[in-house]
């Protein structure tokens, strides 16, 4: 019997793995977490026009790293251990992206933050 241990080329899946935050993808739990929305943001019904692509924005530039889960209404946001520096401690990779995520969502608790690991087939 063979294993493969590589990547596989003709996967369809892809996964995510940092820490960070998940949150819901509507505008109530966003401006529960301290996120201000733009007025061009904003349509004639008074909806929010694209939650993910704000979410994405603000991400990015925070240096941030975002995954939606298109069909399930959540984003995580966070940093990948990959980005942790060489002489960056767990310590201070935590505290680091808790300061960046607080940036964009000014009232995350502690209690929010966790490790992210998902994957999805498509």
């Not at 061009?40 to 240096?63: Q, R, S």
């Not at 990959?82 to 201070?92: A, I, K, L, R």
């Amino acid at each position: 019997m063979k294993i493969r241990t590589g990547f596989v080329s003709n996967s369809s899946s892809s996964s995510f793995c940092a820490f960070g935050v998940c949150v819901e993808d509507n505008r109530e739990s966003l401006e529960g977490l301290g996120i201000v929305f733009k007025p061009e943001d904003i349509n004639a019904e008074g909806e929010v026009m694209d939650i993910t692509e704000i979410l994405y924005n603000a991400a990015g530039d925070a240096g941030l790293r975002c995954h939606s889960d298109y069909d399930g209404g959540v984003t995580y946001i966070g940093l990948g251990y990959p980005d942790m520096g060489e002489d960056e401690t767990m310590g201070q990779f935590k505290v680091r992206v808790k300061a960046e995520l607080r940036k964009i969502l000014p009232k995350l608790e502690d209690a929010a933050f966790e490790h992210i690991e998902e994957s999805w087939s498509q």
